[in-house]
């Protein structure tokens, strides 16, 4: 090896970045193909291993990933909402704490979650029946769907007279790697309820990633964020309400995306494409004959 491409030799921590960001960075549901790629690439099992430990769990909660906890109780999601240590994320539903193995994506234990990691009694009530409420339009909406609901400000409120803060999340992943393509829908809503104003406010960041590689790659990213509010009221009342906002702005995006990929041929593709050459003259093709390259190739030809 010469002196030359001894100096271009990435040391080993340019090395883990990079493979950290190939992680990080995979579509849905693909990670477990790109790491295997990754591990051949580095030979290297110990920057591997260090790759992975860091950026599996970055990837895991940026996707929201769910994973099936033992005997079937339910899933757990993946989120910073949920996580009480680096392997341990709790599932409010069902009162229980999931232990992860990130780099597997499973779950290896599961404990009873302590009073300190659940809501008091007053808040769980405004908890619970948002969980319903949103499990069910989930449900209906997205084929495959998980969601949770989390408190995540004010959790220790007795009683009236206090803000708390929840937050809705919502994954729908369709993989399909036989077929070339995968995709998947993240939501995340912060839902403020502010006692003194009688008021709840909802801020909502939509996630659409697709990638479709059947003889090429094409990836789609697309996001989207808004605002709402509704009144204050009982909780069954305010879980109503917040689905319904949160129903009215995903379908609200969904037919916009669909309405904007219907109009592609006509809009983004059409501006791809030159409106003139550079002669800034239109191509004649009522009359081609004034073209000189047509009459030299008709006169080489002899085409009358």
């Not at 004010?154 to 729908?172: M, R, S, T, Y």
């Not at 990633?209 to 909780?235: M, R």
């Amino acid at each position: 090896m010469s002196d030359e491409e001894s100096d271009q030799q990435l040391s080993d921590d340019q090395k883990l970045e990079i493979a950290k960001w190939f992680l990080t960075n995979s579509p849905a549901g693909e990670i477990q193909y790109i790491s295997k790629d990754i591990r051949s690439v580095l030979m290297d099992d110990d920057l591997y291993n260090k790759a992975a430990s860091e950026a599996f769990p970055i990837y895991n909660k940026n996707h929201l990933i769910s994973i099936e906890m033992p005997n079937r109780s339910g899933d757990v999601v993946v989120t910073t909402f949920a996580e009480l240590s680096d392997t341990e994320y709790l599932d409010p539903r069902t009162a229980q704490v999931a232990v992860v193995d990130h780099v597997k994506q499973v779950c290896i234990d599961v404990r009873p979650a302590t009073d300190d990691e659940l809501c008091s009694p007053y808040i769980e009530e405004f908890r619970c029946d948002l969980d319903a409420e949103i499990l069910k339009y989930v449900g209906e909406a997205y084929k495959k769907g998980v969601c949770s609901v989390y408190c995540i400000n004010g959790k220790d409120a007795e009683g009236p007279g206090l803000d708390f803060e929840l937050a809705v999340v919502i994954n729908a992943s369709r993989c399909s790697p036989q077929n070339f393509c995968n995709g998947s829908w993240r939501s995340i809503w912060n839902i403020e309820f502010k006692d003194e104003l009688q008021v709840v406010e909802l801020r909502g960041k939509l996630q659409v990633g697709a990638h479709y590689f059947e003889e090429g790659n094409v990836q789609l990213d697309a996001s989207h964020e808004c605002k709402d509010s509704t009144i204050f009221q009982s909780p069954e009342d305010c879980a109503l309400s917040i689905t319904n906002i949160i129903r009215h702005h995903e379908t609200e995006y969904l037919s916009s995306l669909e309405g904007s990929y219907l109009n592609l041929p006509d809009t983004t593709f059409k501006d791809l494409r030159r409106k003139l050459p550079v002669t800034r003259t239109l191509f004649p093709w009522h009359n081609t004959m004034q073209i000189s390259l047509t009459r030299d190739i008709t006169k080489e030809l002899g085409i009358k």
